[in-house]
Nanobody, 118 residues
Framework: VQLQASGGGLVQAGDSLRLSCAVS????????MAWFRQAPGKEREFVAG????????SYADSVKGRFTISREYAKNTVYLQMNSLKPEDTAVYYC????????????WGQGTQVTVSS
């Protein structure tokens, strides 16, 4: 599975941004797709996840109600819609995938920088 993230940028607090992750490779109907982020000096943290088949989602408490993860079958793409952005959302965002709903993530894309100014 290959993952290609895009869509990062510099925005102001309160703005919105949508990240995209193009997915290619083997069949991933049983896969979970997710977004992680890593801020400077901090560990990488889970942001949101979605089952490719079925669409079940999960979110970190810090983004619930502001971020939405979704997938588009026709384009083999996973999105992260980020609304009401805050300076503390500033980080490098990574898309990742794994087989099943639990376990470690085996595949990672390159990061995309999101910077939110106050």
């Amino acid at each position: 599975v290959q993952l290609q993230a895009s869509g990062g940028g510099l925005v102001q607090a309160g703005d919105s941004l949508r990240l995209s992750c193009a997915v290619s490779g083997r069949s991933f109907n049983t896969y979970t797709m997710a977004w992680f982020r890593q801020a400077p000096g901090k560990e990488r943290e889970f942001v949101a996840g979605i089952r490719w088949s079925g669409g079940n989602t999960s979110y970190a408490d810090s983004v619930k109600g502001r971020f939405t993860i979704s997938r588009e079958y026709a384009k083999n793409t996973v999105y992260l819609q980020m609304n009401s952005l805050k300076p503390e959302d500033t980080a490098v965002y990574y898309c990742a995938s794994r087989q099943g709903w639990v376990g470690s993530y085996d595949y990672w894309g390159q990061g995309t920088q999101v910077t939110v100014s106050s």
